[in-house]
């Protein structure tokens, strides 16, 4: 965890999911397309097929039935009096990963390197900030 957030604004692109489904029939893999408000689009594939339908209802506004993970990070955030901010979807290697910045009463704080797909499931849980480096946008135009 870091004390400060980092600079690097211009880094992101400020996204909203445009769309949730699947890559197959069975709905075992999900797919999520991110747009910015310009209109670029990143898809975003090759995660399961439940954060893909937790995504959908949270974005529905169900948010009555949520998944043991997701209730763990929410009583987490009640009783250390925490607000998630925004998540940052980024690629590490081969896959996507995300930061998700908090605050509290006394600083701001960064958790590092975690599954891009859960960190948008929470985003669309808590209506927050989907922020994405902004090269991923550049590298789907480009094929």
């Not at 670029?40 to 039935?65: L, Y």
């Not at 995300?98 to 599954?115: G, S, T």
Request: proline letters at 3%.
């Amino acid at each position: 965890m870091s004390s400060n957030l980092p600079t690097g604004e211009d880094e992101y692109i400020v996204a909203k999911i445009s769309y949730v489904g699947f890559a197959d029939q069975l709905g075992l893999e999900g797919i999520v397309i991110l747009k910015t408000f310009d209109g670029k689009e990143f898809p975003m594939r090759a995660f399961s097929g439940e954060v893909a339908r937790h995504i959908s209802r949270f974005q529905e506004g169900d948010k009555n039935t949520i998944p043991t993970i997701y209730n763990l990070v929410e009583e987490l955030a009640v009783t250390q009096d925490l607000l998630l901010l925004e998540v940052r979807v980024y690629q590490s290697g081969s896959v996507l990963r995300a930061n998700l910045y908090f605050k509290n009463r006394k600083e701001n704080f960064i958790m590092r390197n975690y599954r891009a797909s859960d960190a948008i499931a929470l985003a669309a849980y808590y209506d927050i900030p989907i922020r994405v480096r902004r090269n991923l946008f550049e590298e789907t135009i480009e094929q």
